[in-house]
């Protein structure tokens, strides 16, 4: 099977009713973060339905998908690279891990890289230099510092947490509600392994985070600690 057999295929689900919420729910009017983004309106599971089936297309044959105007062909792209990355060997995870990063702009909203990101950057980043996380998480570009936070979701699920910590600090005075979530979920990720580490960075910068942040890292707390520390007296 073709790219073009797959691209029929995601044409023919189409879903106009479903595709106008989304235009709604990935803010994609002038000035939002998603502004010019376009959609068919599949479902998720759908999406991974036809990931699965297309699964054997070559590297190059996923660039018109991950070049395309409609979302969900860029998802559906990213999430063909997810299902081969593990059945890879070592070099050809490299290749995959190096195709993506090369190709990071399609995944220009948050659910096509909180869906991809820990499982191909993150994984191959267990094991090699990290140093192009902090390249991204001091970019100026949105997309490029939420990368950053998602690939330490990877190293969080293995108990490896000092890279999300100094990400973190990067980006406590970032300006965008995204990454405000994104680094407050980060931190709660690693509270649930280790609460007392979590506490430790809190102490040290909770007063001067970003309010949503901060509610974010704390969601899971006992609610009267919850409560003390959004109103400072920790």
Known sequence: MKVNDLQKQIRAQRDPERAKASIWFFKTGKGEYGEGDKFLGLKMGKQRIL??????????????????????????GLVILTYKYPKADDKEKKRIYDFYIK?????????LID???PRIIGAYLLNNDRAILYKFARSKDLWEKRIAVLVTFAFIA???????????KILLNDKHDLIHKAVGWMLREIGKRDQALEEKFLRSHYKKMPRTMLRYAIERFPEPLRLRYLKGKI
Not at 51 to 76: T, V
Not at 158 to 168: E, M, P, T, V, Y
């Open 158 to 168: 293995k108990n490896d947490f000092k890279d999300s910590l100094k990400i973190a």
């Open 115 to 117: 869906v991809t990101v």
């Open 51 to 76: 990931a699965k089936k297309f699964i054997d297309l070559e590297l190059s044959e996923l660039i018109p998908l991950l070049k395309s105007e409609w979302h969900e062909e860029r998802m559906i």
């Open 103 to 111: 190709h990071r702009k399609a995944a220009n909203n948050w659910d």
